[in-house]
């Protein structure tokens, strides 16, 4: 498949196989044997050049698939025979750690054991370079030009609550009942409440007896039926799917929340680092919908 892959990049035999190595009708030969083996054309042959035929194009496609997925699997061996072996040291906040970073990290050190990672879960801004910090997960635009961010994703916003305390008070059909619910305050950042639907924007300041600065605790709130909350998809979607919470409003867009693995520039140089980052990546957390650890969750209210 290799060979014939060349001689369709390359356009004849005689450069495939100068490019392999390989003499001329050994190219040919093994092009030859692969028609028969597949019961069908696959070049267009000519004096000069070649030239691929409709099952030859098809072909292609699918060797070139084959092709990107054996490196994959070449490099993920590489990783295996040279496992990395380093120090991370990382920082979130105490919520997202609990509902996506840690199980994330979990499944990371199974892969790579001899990577130690010293995770500083806190709801207080760290600096980074003066901490020794070499990844800092946090959510909104960087600030610090001297910092370097890879994005994790963006959470969706959504209104919930739990069926204990829709079932007590009603379940709002319109943005305008959303004003005489009580709300689980969440008191950093805007305090106020944007939605927009159908090209109508509404704005409200949820108030309510419960006020917090701590997004683990907005939660726990929630889950125990204290009122209405705007939570972001990693902490609704586990729950929404348990049970446990409730969408409220659901055609109504309230905002998301772009995570961001913040590192200092020399950070990349180091491949244990680069991998967790890919791998942080490719987790997903911000929509993570894994179940996070379940700490806070507290169950439903009695």
């Known amino acids: 498949m290799l060979v014939f892959a060349e ?48 099952a030859g194009q098809v072909f292609l496609a699918s060797c070139e698939a084959i092709a990107t997925e054996l490196d994959v699997v070449n490099r993920r061996m590489d990783n295996i025979r040279t496992e990395p072996a380093a120090t ?24 790579y ?81 944007t939605l927009s639907a159908r090209g109508q924007t509404h704005t409200l300041t949820p108030a309510g007896p419960l006020r917090t600065n701590n997004a683990a605790s907005r939660l726990y709130f929630t889950l125990r039926g204290h009122g209405l909350a705007r939570l972001p998809e990693y902490d609704l979607s586990p729950r929404l799917a348990s049970g446990e919470l409730e969408a409220v409003l659901p055609d109504y867009d309230c905002g998301s929340l772009e995570l961001q693995a913040v590192h200092h520039r020399g950070a990349t140089g180091s491949r244990s680092i680069e991998l967790l980052l890919d791998y942080l990546q490719a987790y997903g957390i911000a929509n993570a919908g894994l179940g996070g650890l379940g700490v806070l969750a507290g169950g439903r209210a009695r």
């Open 88 to 111: 991370i040291r990382l920082t979130c906040s105490v919520n997202l750690g609990l509902q996506a970073v840690v199980p994330a990290l979990s499944a990371f050190h199974e892969l």
């Open 7 to 54: 001689v369709a990049r390359l356009g004849n035999f005689a450069a495939a196989a100068r490019h392999l190595g390989l003499t001329r009708a050994a190219v040919s030969h093994q092009v030859k044997r692969l028609e028969d083996e597949l019961g069908v054309r696959l070049l267009n042959r000519t004096t000069r050049s070649q030239s691929l035929t409709d």
């Open 113 to 193: 054991p001899k990577v130690e990672i010293d995770l500083t879960m806190t709801d207080d801004i760290v600096d980074i370079v003066a901490e020794g910090i070499d990844i800092a997960i946090r959510g909104g635009k960087l600030a610090d030009s001297e910092l370097m961010a890879r994005s994790l994703g963006r959470s969706r916003y959504r209104i919930c609550a739990s069926p204990e305390y829709l079932q007590a008070r009603g379940r709002p059909q319109k943005v305008e009942e959303l004003g005489g619910h009580a709300w689980v305050v969440y008191t950093l950042g805007k305090r106020t409440l």
